[in-house]
């Protein structure tokens, strides 16, 4: 079975942020390639933004080292419409699946 993108916390009850560990890719590359489509996101918490490596709130879920390193968190507005989600999700999965 090829690895997948998988959400880090399935159990998380907040739906305007979404963390996802990509299989293969170091998060940073996805956000630059994905920032020049129009796509923005972060590779860190948002707990750690200020002093993001090593991510002590990745750590703290379970994640290793290289999986902290795939990590994205996407984070969604009242602003945000459903036909943006859509295209940052084909985009997403088109080149980081």
């Given amino acids: 079975m090829a690895p997948t993108i998988r959400p880090v916390a399935t159990w998380a009850e907040y739906p305007g942020v979404c963390g996802l560990i990509l299989p293969h890719t170091p998060g940073q590359s996805a956000a630059t390639s994905m920032g020049q489509q129009g796509f923005c996101f972060s590779t860190v918490s948002a707990c750690s933004i200020k002093d993001p490596r090593p991510d002590k709130s ?7 080292p290289e999986e902290n390193d795939r990590y994205i968190r996407i984070s969604f507005g009242p602003s945000n419409q459903a036909e ?11 080149d980081y699946s």
Avoid at 58 to 64: I, K
Avoid at 84 to 94: G, M, Q, R, W
């Fill in 84 to 94: 943006e989600i859509t295209a940052f999700a084909k985009a997403l999965n088109e």
């Fill in 58 to 64: 990745l750590a703290a879920l379970g994640l290793t």
